[in-house]
């Protein structure tokens, strides 16, 4: 018999509510996703649970269950899984800390600030390195040491750090005053004295001051969050017996990846928003398989950024583009294979009015290239799936059906 291979089109952030502008319909239901709906109508539909009580509703707990790792047992922080992917090696003592280049209000008291962007608005690569190699040489020492990594999001390092302290994402706070949610509890107070020090030299730097004579956001401040220590996930080969890759633009994917012995597959242009090379990802991923990998997990970051920024039109374009040249490569190609099983779906829902994560169910498809199950379904979005009635209660228990391990 032969040996099934398996994709998971993971699109970060899809999932939302009904929208008033788009006739009460959601942006996943007013998308226009062909591919997707087609896979819909030939295979088996539901919905999910990703994030277990209890946990934060971020793309770290989400992705860790949907790529079959319990987070109840194997997540440590998300900062952590970034650092593997940055090649930082992490000692047992070091606490790993996710760092975003934020752009803060200019107003005169730190706690009357208000969160502008989270992403600075998506600052690039080499000038976010510019102010980190600046923030090294104004803030770090023996115990703390902080690496650039891509866009907005980068690491800071603390050895023999605090761990426990209360920290909030900088995207749950957008156009919100920060005074209420600096660092919380031990250690805090150092973390939050770093950010203040960080707000009153990086306005100043050249980067900073270019970006602003053009109309563009500065990085003007450091957020901290997402703390942990060194993970240690079981290999995904050992745990479900099959050879497989990750395709991802953010460090925090390609870390679960390399955590868990998953190849991790550099696709030249994939960028984590709307501007990534879609195309270049559906071709990679098929790619894998053809060379002989078993399973691959192609991660989409781009509507959850859309979602982040609340922009409608960003977010169902960006849908649009995993199904047009995504899915339908996918579907394009299928014939090359005897035996394929594709998934869609989601790993939490980033509603366009909050600006962030919820822990809302997210609705799945799976299609069986050899099983086609012809039935009333016509279209994939949140309402239809919830409407078959079925429903798995884990990211784990639904991956364990996908790849017919129940």
């Known amino acids: 018999m032969t040996k099934c291979k398996y994709i998971v089109v993971l699109g970060d952030g899809m999932p939302d509510y009904k929208i008033e502008q788009l006739g009460g319909k959601t942006p996943l239901e007013a998308a226009h996703t062909p591919n997707i709906d087609s896979l819909a109508q030939k295979g088996e539909m539901g919905m999910v649970t990703t994030v277990p009580k209890g946990f934060p509703p971020g793309s770290d707990v989400a992705n860790l269950s949907v790529m079959g790792y319990e987070p109840e047992f ?14 930082v090696d992490l000692g047992e003592e070091d606490v790993a800390f996710r760092c975003n280049l934020v752009t803060l209000s200019e107003d005169e008291d730190f706690n009357q600030k208000v969160m502008v962007d989270y992403s600075a608005g998506e600052i690039t690569s080499s000038e976010a390195s510019q102010l980190i190699e600046e923030v090294n040489q104004n803030l770090s020492d023996e115990n703390i040491q902080f690496y650039p990594g891509i866009s907005y999001r980068h690491l800071m390092v603390w050895k023999g750090g605090a761990e426990k302290m209360e920290l909030i994402p900088p995207h749950d706070i957008s156009d919100g005053k920060i005074g209420p ?6 250690g805090g107070e150092i973390l939050a004295g770093l950010m203040r020090k960080a707000g009153s030299f990086l306005p100043g730097h050249p980067v900073n001051q270019s970006r602003k004579s053009i109309g563009l956001k500065p990085a003007n401040c450091l957020w901290f969050w997402g703390q942990g220590k060194k993970p240690l996930l079981k290999p995904f080969r050992e745990k479900f017996g099959l050879e497989g890759s990750v395709i991802s633009a953010v460090d925090l994917i390609k870390g679960i990846g390399m955590c868990a012995e998953l190849r991790v597959v550099e696709v030249p242009g994939a960028t984590g928003n709307i501007h990534t090379d879609f195309f270049g990802k559906g071709r990679a991923a098929l790619q894998e398989l053809i060379e002989g990998r078993d399973y691959v997990y192609l991660h989409i970051e781009a509507p959850d950024e859309a979602g982040h920024q609340g922009d409608l039109e960003t977010k169902i374009k960006a849908i649009e583009e995993i199904d047009e040249k995504i899915v339908g490569e996918i579907i394009r190609n299928m014939d090359r294979f005897e035996n394929l099983r594709v998934m869609v779906l989601s790993d939490h829902p980033t509603p366009l009015t909050l600006k962030t994560h919820t822990a809302d169910q997210v609705p799945f498809v799976i299609y069986d290239h050899r099983d086609h199950r012809e039935g009333s ?13 079925i429903e798995f209660l884990s990211g784990v228990q639904l991956l364990k059906y996908f790849l017919q391990k129940n």
């Open 74 to 87: 194997y997540y440590t922080g998300r900062s952590p899984l970034e650092a593997v992917s940055m090649g």
């Open 181 to 186: 949610y600096l660092p919380q509890g031990e």
């Open 377 to 389: 379904i016509s279209f994939f979005h949140e309402e239809t799936a919830a409407a078959t009635g």
